[in-house]
């Protein structure tokens, strides 16, 4: 995210999180830099309530180690990359409510700037619960966004969108899709090699 | 364990790889009696696949018996003979449960991936590149088939291998494409291909009621093949202009649909198709639609197009105008195999049809790579190589 865009985000955090996703037909408003949708086969409730226990979103998200529970509204997050780099930030719940939407506000002077809120609305024809999720996010120095991409080939936005994947497939399915672990030929078994 | 890697372009190897173990609660590990080797490998073989890592683990046409399952695991158990579908459906999302299994939601890693260049992802394939998920395949001593409920069929005791191991992919695969021709009682159908896939969509489309089927190759005994079934043949490389061709075989009309069972990787000696060849090799266009072209120019009026080939990138010069010009509708895809293997394996039982026939060659695991060149470059001979494992 560039300069002018954060200054951007930082006028409009306000109003971004009293904005409704939409109705059908209306998108949201342009300004708002990083906004994701996924459709997820389950009651709202269930969506709802997995998300509000905020300690469940380090499951689905890569590289979140820990999201601590401090108080109903405070929370503490710690992301850790694989190369070891860790940063940790406090946010808390600045709207809510249930069963509808969350918006959260990182605390002034945190090592990662992030809020941003996410709604929970029924999805056409049964098909369970739309997620939106509509953030900013940047940390000074760059030091999370730079070592994500470096590490992943994945900017931010990728990064969340994988995330939302995630956590569908694990509502859905109760597991996350993986191939970590499995056999290829890329590791010689020295004994066996012939 | 033994299983065959993929090296680079024209390259494969036995190689010896860890045993494949649970990784996920609805994880089975199954060992492998029989996998097939597949047209669609062939496409990883030439390297017109992208995303393919030195050393992935190839194959999805694969059975065996259940030898371990996870937590998660409600139906299946230990000692199940099963045949896995080649496309990995986790059998809750949406598409599953409308039975779009190739359309899967949630089972591809690397979704992002696919979603980024389709603007969708569909569902993860066993052996077939990360773009769709990267999971190791079946040509391999031991297998782990995710969501191995919903990614399998276990098969009655006392029918062999061979009747059944083709419901993994290109009887469904056949029948798939025979279905999406919408075929009505007296229609004729025209295959491009005489490929295994091409040889199982004759037999469907004859049960489907066409009255007559022309497929179009340049391979004699694969011709030979489709004929024994009640096909007629045009080799294309004795025919100037096969639109003409099929008009003149149905009084003018043309066929009533047509079916594209040879993918991105058409031969031809047509301009067009020596130009495909030269904008593949530096990247321009990435398949090459010389059949498909054929098929859409073919094709009578408000007619079908049905694309069980492959194709992966850009295609060129596809005659647009003239699919729009006669109203042509195109159905296409990867297979939703879970949704046909159980009535497949009904027919099969009844003895209605046997798939066993298009073998030509059953090679142990040691021999795949022998298995893939003579596929590649026997094509007369070598129709469909089957891999004996255990
Ligand atoms: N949709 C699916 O789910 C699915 C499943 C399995 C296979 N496939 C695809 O189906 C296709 C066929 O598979 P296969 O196993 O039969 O492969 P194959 O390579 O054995 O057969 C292809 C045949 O097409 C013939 N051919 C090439 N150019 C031609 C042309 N211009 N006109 C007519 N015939 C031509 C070849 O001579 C060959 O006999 C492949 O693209 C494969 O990837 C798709
Ligand atoms: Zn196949
Ligand atoms: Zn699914």
Redesign the interface.
């Known amino acids: 995210m560039n300069n002018q865009y954060r200054n951007l985000n930082q006028q409009n955090a306000v109003h971004a999180k009293n904005k409704r996703p939409l109705p059908y037909g209306r998108t949201y408003h342009s300004d708002d830099v990083s906004r994701f949708a996924v ?1 997820i ?1 389950k009651p709202i409730e269930e969506v709802f309530n997995f998300w509000r226990n905020f300690q469940n979103l380090s499951f689905f998200m890569k590289d979140l180690k820990e999201v601590e529970v401090l108080s109903p509204t405070l929370t503490r997050w710690v992301m850790e990359l694989k190369n070891g780099v860790k940063a940790t930030w406090d946010a808390e719940v600045t709207a809510e409510r249930k069963n509808e939407m969350i918006s959260w506000k990182s605390l002034p002077g945190s090592e990662v700037e992030t809020d941003g809120s996410v709604w929970f609305s029924p999805a056409p024809q049964g ?2 619960c739309v997620v939106s999720l509509v953030m900013n996010y940047s940390a000074p120095g760059g030091k999370v966004t730079e070592f994500i991409t470096k590490l992943t080939g ?1 900017d931010g936005d ?1 990064l969340m ?2 995330n939302l ?1 995630r956590l ?2 694990f509502l ?18 020295p004994e ?3 | ?1 033994k ?1 065959l ?1 993929w ?1 680079g372009k024209y390259s494969v ?1 036995i ?7 649970i ?4 994880d089975a590990i199954v060992k492998v009696t029989s996998a097939a080797i597949c047209g669609s490998d062939l496409h990883l073989y030439d390297g017109y696949i992208p995303t393919m ?5 190839l194959g999805h046409e694969t059975m065996g018996e259940v030898v371990e399952v996870g937590v ?1 695991v409600k139906k299946l158990k230990v000692g199940d003979r099963i045949v896995i579908p080649f496309d990995i459906s ?5 598409h599953c ?1 409308e039975e779009e299994y190739s359309g899967c ?5 690397n ?2 991936m696919a ?1 980024k260049l389709y603007g969708q992802s569909g569902a ?1 394939l066993f052996g077939y590149s990360h773009m769709y ?4 395949g079946g040509q ?1 001593e031991y297998i ?1 088939v ?2 191995a409920d919903t990614n399998s069929l276990v098969i009655p005791k006392g029918i062999e291998d061979d009747k059944v191991l083709f419901l993994s992919d290109i009887l469904p695969t056949g029948y798939m494409a025979a279905e999406n021709c919408n075929i009505k009682r007296g229609d004729t159908v025209a295959i491009w291909g005489a490929g295994p896939v091409s040889q199982m969509a004759v037999r469907c489309a004859f049960l489907k009621g066409a009255e007559r089927v022309i497929v179009l190759d340049h391979y004699e005994a694969r011709l030979r093949m489709a004929a024994l079934a009640g096909a007629e043949t045009i080799n294309f490389d004795e025919c100037d202009d096969i639109t003409e061709e099929l008009k003149f075989l149905t009084g003018g009309r043309g066929p009533d649909s047509c079916i594209d069972a040879v993918g991105m990787e058409a031969h031809g000696h047509t301009l067009p198709a020596s130009l495909d060849r030269v904008k593949a090799a530096v990247g321009l266009a990435t398949d090459r639609p010389n059949a498909l072209r054929q098929a859409i120019q073919a094709c009578k009026k408000g007619g079908t197009v049905s694309i069980p080939g492959v194709y992966g990138g850009f295609l060129d010069k596809v005659p647009f105008g003239a699919a729009f010009g006669k109203g042509l509708t195109f159905k296409m895809g990867q297979t939703h195999t879970q949704k046909y293997m159980q009535p497949l394996l009904d027919l099969i039982l009844a003895g209605k049809i046997d798939p066993s026939f298009v073998i030509t060659h059953k090679l142990n695991l040691e021999d795949a790579p022998k298995g893939y060149r003579m596929f590649s470059d026997e094509k007369n001979d070598c129709i469909k190589v089957v891999l004996k494992v255990h």
Do not use: F, W
Request: aromatic share 2%.
């Open positions: 459709t086969g098909k369970g994945e990728t969108q994988v994947r569908k497939a859905e399915t109760g597991e996350i899709p993986t191939t970590e672990g499995q056999p290829n030929g890329r590791e010689v078994i066996l090699k012939h | 364990m299983a890697c090296e190897e190689r010896n790889v860890p045993d494949p173990t990784l996920n609660p609805q890592e030195k050393g992935d683990i998660g986790c059998g809750k999302c949406h449960r939601d949630n089972s591809n890693p979704a992002i979603d993860a998920g990267g999971y190791a391999a782990r995710p969501y």
